[in-house]
Protein backbone atom coordinates (compact mmCIF):
# COMPACT_ATOMS: atom_id res chain seq x y z
CA UNK A 1 0.00 0.00 0.00
CA UNK A 2 1.19 3.50 -0.88
CA UNK A 3 2.06 5.64 1.94
CA UNK A 4 -0.22 8.52 2.32
CA UNK A 5 2.46 11.10 3.52
CA UNK A 6 5.47 11.38 1.47
CA UNK A 7 9.16 13.17 2.74
CA UNK A 8 11.35 13.96 0.02
CA UNK A 9 14.84 14.86 1.72
CA UNK A 10 18.97 15.46 0.83
CA UNK A 11 21.30 17.43 0.27
CA UNK A 12 20.52 21.02 -1.10
CA UNK A 13 20.60 21.35 -4.87
CA UNK A 14 20.34 17.45 -5.68
CA UNK A 15 16.94 17.97 -7.09
CA UNK A 16 14.07 17.14 -4.66
CA UNK A 17 11.98 20.10 -5.19
CA UNK A 18 11.92 18.81 -9.02
CA UNK A 19 10.83 15.93 -7.78
CA UNK A 20 8.72 16.10 -5.02
CA UNK A 21 6.65 18.15 -7.64
CA UNK A 22 6.41 15.22 -10.34
CA UNK A 23 5.48 12.63 -7.67
CA UNK A 24 2.75 15.14 -6.53
CA UNK A 25 1.76 15.30 -10.02
CA UNK A 26 1.87 12.03 -11.39
CA UNK A 27 -0.28 11.02 -8.05
CA UNK A 28 -3.01 13.79 -8.92
CA UNK A 29 -2.94 12.68 -12.76
CA UNK A 30 -3.98 8.78 -10.83
CA UNK A 31 -7.24 10.63 -9.58
CA UNK A 32 -6.11 11.71 -6.27
CA UNK A 33 -6.36 15.00 -4.55
CA UNK A 34 -2.38 15.34 -3.77
CA UNK A 35 -0.93 18.53 -1.66
CA UNK A 36 2.90 19.00 -2.02
CA UNK A 37 4.41 21.21 0.46
CA UNK A 38 7.52 23.03 0.72
CA UNK A 39 9.38 23.22 4.33
CA UNK A 40 12.53 24.23 2.95
CA UNK A 41 13.51 27.60 3.98
CA UNK A 42 15.03 28.51 0.38
CA UNK A 43 11.31 27.84 -1.11
CA UNK A 44 11.64 26.97 -5.12
CA UNK A 45 8.63 25.00 -5.49
CA UNK A 46 6.98 27.92 -6.61
CA UNK A 47 9.31 28.30 -9.45
CA UNK A 48 9.06 24.43 -10.46
CA UNK A 49 5.37 24.70 -10.55
CA UNK A 50 5.52 27.75 -12.10
CA UNK A 51 2.98 29.52 -9.67
CA UNK A 52 3.21 31.91 -7.23
CA UNK A 53 2.74 30.64 -3.53
CA UNK A 54 1.85 31.06 -0.17
CA UNK A 55 1.05 29.03 3.70
CA UNK A 56 -2.07 28.24 2.41
CA UNK A 57 -2.33 25.56 0.09
CA UNK A 58 -3.42 26.62 -3.31
CA UNK A 59 -4.59 24.43 -6.69
CA UNK A 60 -1.79 24.40 -9.59
CA UNK A 61 -3.14 21.65 -11.48
CA UNK A 62 -6.22 19.33 -11.77
CA UNK A 63 -6.36 17.45 -8.39
CA UNK A 64 -2.98 19.00 -7.70
CA UNK A 65 -2.78 21.92 -4.39
CA UNK A 66 0.76 23.53 -3.31
CA UNK A 67 1.95 25.77 -0.54
CA UNK A 68 5.45 27.02 0.47
CA UNK A 69 5.11 27.25 4.91
CA UNK A 70 7.32 29.34 6.07
CA UNK A 71 8.74 28.01 9.64
CA UNK A 72 9.55 31.94 10.36
CA UNK A 73 5.95 33.37 9.76
CA UNK A 74 4.83 30.49 11.77
CA UNK A 75 6.45 31.00 14.53
CA UNK A 76 5.23 34.80 14.55
CA UNK A 77 1.60 34.06 13.94
CA UNK A 78 1.86 31.80 16.77
CA UNK A 79 3.48 34.07 19.40
CA UNK A 80 1.33 36.96 18.39
CA UNK A 81 -1.61 33.97 19.78
CA UNK A 82 0.05 33.84 23.11
CA UNK A 83 0.24 37.47 23.48
CA UNK A 84 -3.32 37.31 23.21
CA UNK A 85 -3.99 34.31 25.89
CA UNK A 86 -1.66 36.00 27.98
CA UNK A 87 -3.64 39.25 27.85
CA UNK A 88 -6.32 37.39 29.70
CA UNK A 89 -4.52 36.31 32.60
CA UNK A 90 -1.27 38.42 33.01
CA UNK A 91 -2.02 41.93 34.83
CA UNK A 92 -2.27 45.30 32.47
CA UNK A 93 1.42 46.37 33.72
CA UNK A 94 3.28 43.15 33.25
CA UNK A 95 1.74 42.96 29.55
CA UNK A 96 4.65 44.46 27.54
CA UNK A 97 7.33 43.22 29.01
CA UNK A 98 5.67 39.41 28.19
CA UNK A 99 5.38 40.62 24.69
CA UNK A 100 8.61 41.93 24.21
CA UNK A 101 10.27 38.82 25.64
CA UNK A 102 7.61 36.51 23.87
CA UNK A 103 8.67 39.00 20.62
CA UNK A 104 12.81 38.46 20.95
CA UNK A 105 11.75 34.23 21.09
CA UNK A 106 9.95 34.29 17.53
CA UNK A 107 13.73 34.11 16.35
CA UNK A 108 14.84 31.14 18.89
CA UNK A 109 15.32 28.02 16.13
CA UNK A 110 13.63 25.89 18.73
CA UNK A 111 10.30 28.26 18.39
CA UNK A 112 10.54 28.50 14.58
CA UNK A 113 10.97 24.32 14.78
CA UNK A 114 7.77 24.05 17.17
CA UNK A 115 6.28 26.39 15.29
CA UNK A 116 6.41 24.03 11.68
CA UNK A 117 5.92 21.05 13.57
CA UNK A 118 2.13 22.61 14.45
CA UNK A 119 1.59 23.24 10.70
CA UNK A 120 3.09 19.62 10.01
CA UNK A 121 0.27 18.45 12.16
CA UNK A 122 -1.61 20.41 10.67
CA UNK A 123 -1.34 19.23 7.06
CA UNK A 124 -0.94 15.68 8.19
CA UNK A 125 -4.61 16.03 9.59
CA UNK A 126 -5.90 16.54 6.64
CA UNK A 127 -5.00 13.17 4.97
CA UNK A 128 -7.21 11.82 4.14
CA UNK A 129 -10.66 14.13 5.07
CA UNK A 130 -9.07 16.70 2.56
CA UNK A 131 -6.68 15.69 0.58
CA UNK A 132 -5.22 11.96 -0.40
CA UNK A 133 -1.95 12.21 -0.19
CA UNK A 134 0.94 14.64 1.46
CA UNK A 135 4.01 15.55 -0.50
CA UNK A 136 6.23 16.90 1.32
CA UNK A 137 9.63 18.73 -0.02
CA UNK A 138 11.81 18.79 2.73
CA UNK A 139 14.41 21.32 4.25
CA UNK A 140 17.78 19.63 3.60
CA UNK A 141 18.26 16.67 5.18
CA UNK A 142 19.47 17.14 8.93
CA UNK A 143 16.37 20.10 9.32
CA UNK A 144 14.07 16.96 7.79
CA UNK A 145 15.46 14.14 10.26
CA UNK A 146 14.79 16.58 13.03
CA UNK A 147 11.53 17.80 11.83
CA UNK A 148 10.13 13.88 11.60
CA UNK A 149 11.82 13.17 14.75
CA UNK A 150 10.73 16.33 17.06
CA UNK A 151 7.25 14.56 18.19
CA UNK A 152 9.47 12.22 20.05
CA UNK A 153 11.28 15.16 21.98
CA UNK A 154 8.72 17.30 22.31
CA UNK A 155 5.80 14.88 23.78
CA UNK A 156 7.57 13.82 26.77
CA UNK A 157 8.14 17.76 27.73
CA UNK A 158 4.69 18.74 27.32
CA UNK A 159 3.87 15.38 29.37
CA UNK A 160 5.94 16.84 32.24
CA UNK A 161 4.48 20.19 32.09
CA UNK A 162 0.84 18.74 31.94
CA UNK A 163 2.51 16.51 35.39
CA UNK A 164 3.67 19.81 36.95
CA UNK A 165 0.24 21.56 36.31
CA UNK A 166 -1.69 18.75 37.53
CA UNK A 167 0.45 18.79 41.28
CA UNK A 168 -0.14 22.77 41.91
CA UNK A 169 -3.93 21.99 40.65
CA UNK A 170 -3.84 19.47 43.33
CA UNK A 171 -1.99 21.52 45.62
CA UNK A 172 -4.34 24.46 45.30
CA UNK A 173 -7.56 22.35 45.73
CA UNK A 174 -5.67 21.24 48.65
CA UNK A 175 -5.78 24.32 50.53
CA UNK A 176 -8.22 25.71 48.91
CA UNK A 177 -10.04 22.99 50.63
CA UNK A 178 -8.35 23.54 54.04
CA UNK A 179 -10.16 27.16 53.94
CA UNK A 180 -13.74 26.01 52.81
CA UNK A 181 -13.34 26.70 49.57
CA UNK A 182 -13.85 25.13 45.99
CA UNK A 183 -11.30 24.89 43.33
CA UNK A 184 -12.38 22.86 40.82
CA UNK A 185 -13.04 25.84 38.04
CA UNK A 186 -11.58 24.92 34.39
CA UNK A 187 -7.67 24.83 33.91
CA UNK A 188 -7.40 26.97 30.11
CA UNK A 189 -3.70 26.08 30.58
CA UNK A 190 -3.59 22.45 31.40
CA UNK A 191 -6.54 21.80 28.58
CA UNK A 192 -4.32 23.04 26.09
CA UNK A 193 -1.53 21.08 27.36
CA UNK A 194 -3.65 17.95 26.92
CA UNK A 195 -4.88 19.00 23.73
CA UNK A 196 -1.17 19.54 22.46
CA UNK A 197 0.11 16.27 24.11
CA UNK A 198 -2.39 14.27 22.17
CA UNK A 199 -1.51 16.07 18.76
CA UNK A 200 1.95 15.10 19.08
CA UNK A 201 1.12 11.53 20.19
CA UNK A 202 -1.22 11.69 17.02
CA UNK A 203 1.27 13.00 14.58
CA UNK A 204 4.55 10.61 15.99
CA UNK A 205 1.84 7.81 15.56
CA UNK A 206 0.88 8.80 11.66
CA UNK A 207 4.60 9.78 10.73
CA UNK A 208 5.75 5.91 11.74
CA UNK A 209 2.37 4.29 10.33
CA UNK A 210 1.68 6.56 7.08
CA UNK A 211 5.20 8.18 6.31
CA UNK A 212 7.63 7.33 3.52
CA UNK A 213 10.74 9.16 3.42
CA UNK A 214 12.32 8.77 0.13
CA UNK A 215 16.11 10.15 -0.05
CA UNK A 216 17.53 11.98 -3.35
CA UNK A 217 20.92 12.39 -4.01
CA UNK A 218 23.07 12.69 -7.24
CA UNK A 219 25.97 10.42 -8.01
CA UNK A 220 28.71 11.99 -6.54
CA UNK A 221 30.87 10.46 -3.66
CA UNK A 222 30.61 13.18 -1.13
CA UNK A 223 26.81 13.18 -1.44
CA UNK A 224 26.81 9.18 -1.01
CA UNK A 225 28.51 9.80 2.24
CA UNK A 226 26.05 12.37 3.99
CA UNK A 227 23.17 10.06 2.19
CA UNK A 228 24.39 6.80 4.40
CA UNK A 229 24.99 9.55 7.35
CA UNK A 230 21.08 9.67 6.80
CA UNK A 231 20.22 6.18 6.54
CA UNK A 232 21.69 5.09 9.66
CA UNK A 233 19.69 8.23 11.16
CA UNK A 234 16.51 6.95 10.07
CA UNK A 235 17.41 3.52 10.98
CA UNK A 236 17.87 5.01 14.28
CA UNK A 237 14.89 6.40 14.41
CA UNK A 238 12.84 3.80 13.65
CA UNK A 239 11.48 5.63 9.91
CA UNK A 240 12.46 3.53 7.70
CA UNK A 241 13.81 4.50 4.18
CA UNK A 242 11.21 3.37 1.53
CA UNK A 243 13.79 4.47 -1.47
CA UNK A 244 16.60 6.40 -2.29
CA UNK A 245 16.09 8.46 -6.04
CA UNK A 246 19.57 8.77 -8.03
CA UNK A 247 19.05 12.13 -9.71
CA UNK A 248 21.00 13.38 -12.69
CA UNK A 249 22.61 10.03 -13.78
CA UNK A 250 24.48 10.14 -17.31
CA UNK A 251 23.19 8.00 -19.82
CA UNK A 252 25.78 4.67 -20.06
CA UNK A 253 26.41 5.22 -24.14
CA UNK A 254 27.30 9.27 -23.51
CA UNK A 255 31.40 9.87 -25.03
CA UNK A 256 34.26 12.03 -24.17
CA UNK A 257 33.79 14.06 -21.08
CA UNK A 258 30.05 12.30 -19.91
CA UNK A 259 31.73 9.41 -20.68
CA UNK A 260 34.12 9.92 -17.99
CA UNK A 261 31.73 11.43 -15.42
CA UNK A 262 29.41 8.54 -16.02
CA UNK A 263 32.33 6.14 -15.28
CA UNK A 264 32.76 8.10 -11.92
CA UNK A 265 29.07 7.77 -11.50
CA UNK A 266 29.29 4.26 -11.82
CA UNK A 267 31.16 3.72 -8.61
CA UNK A 268 28.22 5.59 -6.65
CA UNK A 269 25.79 3.91 -8.20
CA UNK A 270 27.16 0.58 -7.37
CA UNK A 271 27.34 1.68 -3.68
CA UNK A 272 24.20 3.07 -3.85
CA UNK A 273 22.06 -0.22 -5.44
CA UNK A 274 24.34 -2.85 -2.72
CA UNK A 275 23.10 -0.54 0.57
CA UNK A 276 19.70 0.15 -0.35
CA UNK A 277 18.87 -2.29 -3.13
CA UNK A 278 15.44 -0.44 -4.52
CA UNK A 279 16.61 2.98 -6.05
CA UNK A 280 15.02 5.12 -8.83
CA UNK A 281 17.40 6.22 -11.10
CA UNK A 282 16.66 9.62 -12.86
CA UNK A 283 18.92 10.30 -15.93
CA UNK A 284 20.61 13.61 -16.70
CA UNK A 285 17.97 16.00 -18.68
CA UNK A 286 18.56 19.16 -20.07
CA UNK A 287 17.64 22.07 -18.43
CA UNK A 288 15.09 22.61 -15.46
CA UNK A 289 12.05 20.96 -15.96
CA UNK A 290 9.00 23.52 -14.76
CA UNK A 291 5.73 23.58 -14.51
CA UNK A 292 2.89 21.13 -15.61
CA UNK A 293 4.33 20.25 -19.27
CA UNK A 294 7.87 20.10 -18.36
CA UNK A 295 7.50 18.00 -15.01
CA UNK A 296 5.08 15.48 -16.35
CA UNK A 297 8.34 13.78 -18.34
CA UNK A 298 9.83 13.82 -15.34
CA UNK A 299 7.08 11.85 -13.09
CA UNK A 300 6.89 9.09 -16.34
CA UNK A 301 10.55 8.63 -15.03
CA UNK A 302 9.81 7.99 -11.34
CA UNK A 303 9.16 4.05 -12.05
CA UNK A 304 8.47 2.31 -8.66
CA UNK A 305 8.97 5.65 -6.30
CA UNK A 306 5.15 4.55 -4.75
Known sequence: ????????????????????????????????????????????????????????????????????????????????????????????????????????????????????????????EQVPSTFDRLVVDSAPTGHMLRLLTLPDLVTPWIEGLARSRERARDADRMFAGMLGHRADDPDPLLERLHARRDRMRTLRTRLRADAAVHLVLVP????????????????????????????????????????VTRAAQDEVLGAVRARVGNAVEIPLLAGGPTGAAGLTGVAALLGDLG
Open 220 to 259: ERLVWAETQRAIEALDEAGIPLATAVVNRVVPGDETGLLA
Open 1 to 124: MTAPLRFLGGKGGVGKTTLAAALALRDAGRGLRTLVVSTDPAHSLGDVLDRPLGDEPRAVAPGLWAAEVSGEAQAARRVAQIVDDAAESVPREVLPAVRAHLERAVASPGTVEAALLDRLADLV
